[in-house]
Structure formats: structure tokens, C-alpha cells
T-cell receptor, first 117, second 116 residues
Framework: AQTVTQSQPEMSVQEAETVTLSCTYD???????LFWYKQPPSRQMILVIR??????QNATENRFSVNFQKAAKSFSLKISDSQLGDAAMYFC??????????????FGKGTKLSVKP | DTGVSQNPRHKITKRGQNVTFRCDPI?????LYWYRQTLGQGPEFLTY????????KSRLLSDRFSAERPKGSFSTLEIQRTEQGDSAMYLC??????????????FGPGTRLLVL
């Protein structure tokens, strides 16, 4: 069975600084997607960034980038120039790609990020 | 695009009562997912619809849980004979089937259930 592990329950960063959130996963599949979702307090979950396993290039979205190490099954999220609005729970998630058929997300337990002014 | 909506946002019920939640997906999305999130945990998959067909159910979905998606539009999740262990946030997500599974799941705000 696939699993996702986030070993950092809480992280803190100073505003404008850079922080990296860790995620490891376990799977026997070769074709899958990895995601980072952000869940602000009392607000709905939104997608931050997505990585396709067959692409070696790390995904980037503005201040957010990932370090995808397929062999090590590691998928970390780097947030640059942290802003107060980045404070939230961050969830790493995995989804196998069965040729376009269904694929539920498997989530880690989350990392609570605090941003200090 | 009005996003995924869920109703009610909060529900308090007594143990043994039945409850029903509703999810309205983004209009052109043919896939709909239900997840459950307990305190301090990430969301856990419950069930999945492609149009009106329920294609997958998690082992977490006991016999007391039933989900429907009539006409492939909104979906309902019913819990019969609620137990205190059912207290959680119930999340709905929808997506559109795309090539090579490049779907993105968009989440609703959730329904928070408290069973007393």
C-alpha cells in the first residue's frame, strides 16, 4: 500500500525567509503524481504545486518549488520569501496514475507552518 | 466557476441519529470524491464517483455510510446511526477527467460533524 510521511508536525519561519517542508512516500508504482496542498485555518484546501513522477524537472510556482528525488522517494516543498499569508497546514499527497482512470489522493498528516513577522 | 460547495458547514447531532451532507461540485467536473479528516490528520479517502457511478469505496466506509450522486451532479453522503467516532470534517472534492490523468482535485470547505 502507498503511504505518505511528513515528519515535521510544525515548522516556523521568519517573514521573507525561506523554509523547506519535508515529505517522503512509499510506492511500488512508477507512474504517479505528487502534490502539496495548503489548508489555511478554517478555510478550504487549495493546490499549491504538482509534480509528475515521469518528469525529472522540479516543478515551480512563483515562490513555491519542489525538490523531487524519485529514487529516494522524497518530495520536499520550498517556500521562498515567506509571507504572513503562507501560514497554514501543508499536506503532501500522492496519487497513482492508472492510465487516466480514478485515483484518490493519499495524504500525509500535515505540517503546520507558522510565519513570524 | 463558483467552486465546490458543501452544506451544511456544521452539524451537531446526537449519537444514533442519521445525518446527510450535500456536495455541489464545479459544474463541468465529472469526478467527485469524499474524504474524511479527523483532528491532526490528513484527509482519508472514502469514496469516488465518475458521473453517477460509484467506482470505488474505501474500507473506511462502513455499512452505516452511503453515498449517492444522482444524475451525475450533486452528491449526498449519509451516515446512519451516528457514533462519536464519526465526528470529523467531511470534505468533498471534484475534478475533470483529462488526458494522462492530469486531473486536479478542487476541495470544498467541508462539513464539520460533531456527534454528542
Amino acid at each position: 500500500a502507498q503511504t505518505v510521511t511528513q515528519s515535521q508536525p510544525e515548522m516556523s519561519v521568519q517573514e521573507a525567509e525561506t523554509v523547506t517542508l519535508s515529505c517522503t512516500y512509499d510506492t511500488s508504482e512508477s507512474d504517479y503524481y505528487l502534490f502539496w496542498y495548503k489548508q489555511p485555518p478554517s478555510r478550504q484546501m487549495i493546490l499549491v504545486i504538482r509534480q509528475e513522477a515521469y518528469k525529472q524537472q522540479n516543478a515551480t510556482e512563483n515562490r513555491f518549488s519542489v525538490n523531487f528525488q524519485k529514487a529516494a522517494k522524497s518530495f520536499s516543498l520550498k517556500i521562498s520569501d515567506s509571507q504572513l499569508g503562507d501560514a497554514a497546514m501543508y499536506f503532501c499527497a500522492y496519487r497513482a496514475n492508472y492510465g487516466g482512470s480514478q485515483g484518490n489522493l493519499i495524504f500525509g498528516k500535515g505540517t503546520k507552518l507558522s510565519v513570524k513577522p | 466557476d463558483t467552486g465546490v460547495s458543501q452544506n451544511p458547514r456544521h452539524k451537531i447531532t446526537k449519537r444514533g441519529q442519521n445525518v446527510t451532507f450535500r456536495c455541489d461540485p464545479i459544474s463541468e467536473h465529472n469526478r467527485l470524491y469524499w474524504y474524511r479528516q479527523t483532528l491532526g490528520q490528513g484527509p482519508e479517502f472514502l469514496t469516488y464517483f465518475q458521473n453517477e457511478a460509484q467506482l470505488e469505496k474505501s474500507r473506511l466506509l462502513s455499512d452505516r455510510f452511503s453515498a449517492e450522486r444522482p444524475k451525475g451532479s450533486f452528491s449526498t453522503l449519509e451516515i446512519q446511526r451516528t457514533e462519536q467516532g464519526d465526528s470529523a470534517m467531511y470534505l468533498c472534492a471534484s475534478s475533470r477527467d483529462t488526458s494522462r490523468g492530469k486531473e486536479t482535485q478542487y476541495f470544498g470547505p467541508g462539513t464539520r460533524l460533531l456527534v454528542l
